[in-house]
């Protein structure tokens, strides 16, 4: 059974750092890409980040270039996205998600997805 697990959510004042996780089980995890997505109340879910676990390539959202970083640990079939310099329009909540065959960058193609960690980023 495939199944991805965010952790890592929280309250976290302007300025300050989170770092989530994204546990992933039930598929060979380096076959596959795993992508950041986030969802703010009354606006579209939009692609945040992702890797590919088979060759370490990464993308980033141009809002949150030089601030956020993405990783992976094959070994223990998970993700990351550490946050730094968080700002209020990042208060959302944050998906991890897994990317099937000709799914990119430019073309996200997500078939399976977690529940979500909410963000929340006060002024």
């Known amino acids: 059974e495939v199944q991805l697990v965010e952790s890592g959510g929280g309250l976290v004042q302007a300025g300050g750092s989170l770092r989530l996780s994204c546990a992933a089980s039930?598929?060979?995890?380096?076959?596959?890409?795993i992508g950041w997505f986030r969802q703010a109340p009354g606006k579209e879910r939009e692609g945040v980040s992702c890797i590919s676990s088979s060759d370490g390539s990464t993308y980033y959202a141009d809002s949150v270039k030089g601030r956020f970083t993405i990783s992976s640990d094959n070994a223990k079939n998970t993700v990351y996205l550490q946050m730094n310099s968080l700002k209020p329009e990042d208060t959302a909540v944050y998906y991890c998600?897994?990317?099937?065959?000709?799914?990119?960058?430019?073309?996200?193609?997500?078939?399976?997805w977690g529940k979500g960690t909410l963000v929340t980023v006060s002024s």
């Open positions: 039930g598929f060979t995890f380096d076959d596959y890409a």
């Open positions: 998600a897994r990317g099937f065959r000709g799914s990119s960058w430019l073309h996200p193609l997500m078939d399976y």
